[in-house]
């Protein structure tokens, strides 16, 4: 794949009122949206540092995605997102270079993009989405 930029980083956080004003401190700007995605069980916040953002991720189930990372792991980087052009093109070059998909089809993510995420064993542990932002052209 040929990503332009890192899209953004998504971080689990235990609770979205405690991790926007630390992360707000800490990068010196605010969020800007907060969105619940609700086929993946999260709250989502954002914040912006040049094309890059944070996205916090809060759990809005037990059983959701992020409660269970946290449950592992705790809290910190869950996955890296990347930017790309023609999303379904670069899964099926992923794929045909064996690397193993969770998505088959890209489908909604936050933010109005399209993403599709990358199975962290095929990526060196690092659960890898691919986005790309179909409203700009
Ligand atoms: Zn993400």
Known sequence: MKPTHIEHLG??????????P????LLGTKCYNIEEVAEQKV????????????ELLE????????AK?????????????FAV???EDTLAECEA???????QTPRKGAEGLTIAFLHPKSTGGVLT???EDKNKK
């Open 11 to 20: 971080i689990a956080v235990k609770s979205l009122d405690t991790a926007i």
């Open 22 to 25: 630390l992360w707000e401190k």
């Open 43 to 54: 709250r989502t916040a954002f914040l912006k540092i040049g094309q890059t953002k944070i």
């Open 59 to 66: 759990s809005t189930a037990e059983d959701g995605p992020i």
């Open 69 to 81: 990372f946290i449950e592992k792991k705790g809290e910190g980087i869950q996955h890296v997102a």
């Open 85 to 87: 052009e023609g999303i």
């Open 97 to 103: 270079a064996g690397i193993r998909l969770i998505d």
């Open 129 to 131: 989405e691919l986005c």
